[in-house]
T-cell receptor
Framework: KAGVTQTPRYLIKTRGQQVTLSCSPISGHRSVSWYQQTPGQGLQFLFEYFSETQRNKGNFPGRFSGRQFSNSRSEMNVSTLELGDSALYLC????????????FGPGTRLTVL | AQKVTQAQTEISVVEKEDVTLDCVYETRDTTYYLFWYKQPPSGELVFLIRRNSFDEQNEISGRYSWNFQKSTSSFNFTITASQVVDSAVYFC??????????????FGKGTTLSVSS
């Protein structure tokens, strides 16, 4: 069974640009969550999508958005990039119940210059 | 508010030593779930264990064991006879159990474990 895949693995952007990250969940998983990991703030929840609907959202500005497609694949978009957006962005998939373990992808390392 | 605290930022041990990673959580929910994840240098988070708030039985899996105590709001993780391959960052996490709350995980800051040979 294929694991969670994320593309691209590495990305370099400049301030003010926008970026789109992609996540393909494990087959059969309907929930996709996104997390931001930085040395200072640690792992922080961004949002979760379940059956193409945003079900939960963390405390991030509106520049961070996402969507989920009918095949459960998800994209995350960050507009007007800031230096502080440099981070490892992790995607996790699960069956969607609160007690289900989440399976994480390898992450996308975003560097904003 | 929900919160997870891992007070130990870094731990260094020598192979074959036992090591315990501490995790203290805060929540007002009566039903919740606790998790431990391992993040090796490759960066991918690996699921280790899940516990629900009604199950205080300790669990052992090979060299790994977990001690869940609701009275002290702690969910500690012990590695027996540590090995170099255990070197990683370990995260404790908490999730709510309210219907439709989704699956958001609240993570601690992590403990970096270094095992030397």
């Amino acid at each position: 069974k294929a694991g969670v895949t994320q593309t691209p693995r590495y990305l370099i952007k400049t301030r003010g640009q926008q970026v789109t990250l992609s996540c393909s969940p494990i087959s059969g998983h309907r929930s996709v969550s996104w997390y931001q990991q930085t040395p200072g703030q640690g792992l922080q929840f961004l949002f979760e999508y379940f059956s193409e609907t945003q079900r939960n959202k963390g405390n991030f500005p509106g520049r961070f958005s996402g969507r989920q497609f009918s095949n459960s694949r998800s994209e995350m978009n960050v507009s007007t990039l800031e230096l502080g957006d440099s981070a490892l962005y992790l995607c996790a998939s699960s069956l969607g119940q609160e007690d289900n373990e989440q399976f994480f992808g390898p992450g996308t390392r975003l560097t904003v210059l | 508010a929900q919160k997870v605290t891992q007070a130990q930022t870094e731990i260094s041990v020598v192979e074959k030593e036992d090591v315990t990673l501490d995790c203290v959580y805060e929540t007002r929910d009566t039903t919740y779930y606790l998790f431990w994840y391992k993040q090796p240098p490759s960066g991918e988070l690996v699921f280790l264990i899940r516990r629900n708030s009604f199950d205080e039985q300790n669990e052992i899996s090979g060299r790994y064991s977990w001690n869940f105590q609701k009275s002290t709001s702690s969910f500690n993780f012990t590695i027996t006879a540590s090995q170099v391959v255990d070197s990683a960052v370990y995260f404790c996490a908490l999730s709510e159990a309210r219907r439709q709350a989704g699956t958001a995980l609240i993570f601690g800051k992590g403990t970096t474990l270094s095992v030397s040979s």
